[in-house]
């Protein structure tokens, strides 16, 4: 994948700053990200009026990590504190069914593992914590997908290139929008042996106090015939609205 330089040598220039507490000058930067003065200028200024950093005019301008970057960064470090209260609550949830549960959240048109529990004699799996799979065909992802905002989530199918993992996967945006229709009448998404040909996955979403999707947990084992995947279903979606509730939820969905 192309990366966009303009994206790039801002990335660097916030880090550069936020590791220089004194502040770096234009030359600084320059310097030592080895860039145009023009256009590390013009990223400066950009930030500078977006409140990313801190402007100090003298007889040569000081840049200092601004308010919003902290703020930014405040946020982040709040969405982290949930997995302090969610994760004693999956893990004794993976222990009472005896099968992997795992806890995912969006990047982009993947879901991304924040947490893996297993039980005390798990099955190989091939996700592991900060991997990420395809939103489209993994129960994860399709619970998320299912309650998200229509226009986030028409962008992100936008942006998905359907791959065929096994004969069972989707394979173009009309089957997924009718999947998800079906994954919001139940409460609950299947990967269907969808990603790989051994495992089935049931996912449920979790919400956060204002209602928003903000992952999803799922049950993941090798297939058997005769499992009950609509029972599993049941369970995790009443896991997943646990969940949502100890994270201030109150709503009905």
């Known amino acids: 994948m192309k990366l966009n330089r303009t994206t790039q040598r801002t990335v660097e ?3 550069l700053i936020s590791k220089t507490p004194e502040g770096a000058t234009l030359d600084d930067i320059c310097q030592k990200l080895d860039l145009p003065k023009t256009s590390a200028y013009d990223i400066v200024t950009t930030l500078g009026e977006m409140g990313m950093v801190n402007v100090t005019r003298g007889q040569k301008q000081n840049y200092t990590i601004g308010l919003m970057a902290y703020r ?3 946020n982040y470090t709040n969405n982290l504190n949930f997995i302090g209260i969610i994760e004693p609550v999956l893990k004794a949830f993976s ?9 995912g959240i969006p990047s982009d048109h993947h879901v ?8 005390e004699n798990p099955i190989i799996t091939t996700a592991t914590v900060g991997s990420k799979n395809p939103m489209y065909c993994t129960s994860l992802g399709k619970v998320i997908l299912a309650y998200s905002d229509e226009e986030n989530r ?3 199918i936008s942006r998905i290139r359907f791959t065929r993992y096994t004969e069972r996967t ?8 009718a999947e998800l229709e079906q994954v919001r009448e139940r409460g609950y998404a299947f990967d269907a042996r ?7 996955c049931v996912g449920a979403p979790v919400f956060d106090r204002d209602g928003n999707v903000l992952g ?6 090798l297939y058997k015939p005769a499992e009950d995947y609509e029972a599993l279903g049941t369970l995790v979606s009443r896991k997943g609205m646990e969940v949502s509730r100890l994270l201030g939820f109150l709503g009905k969905i």
Do not use: W
Request: glycine share 6%; hydrophobic share 45%; net charge negative.
């Open 72 to 74: 930014i960064g405040v």
């Open 154 to 156: 028409d962008q992100i």
């Open 112 to 119: 991304v593992y924040i947490c893996k529990f297993e039980p």
């Open 194 to 200: 969808e990603m790989e040909e051994h495992m089935q």
């Open 13 to 15: 220039i916030l880090k």
């Open 170 to 177: 989707i394979e173009n945006r009309e089957g997924l929008l």
């Open 95 to 103: 222990k009472e069914v005896g099968k992997t549960v795992f806890f």
């Open 216 to 221: 999803a947990i799922s049950i993941s084992s």
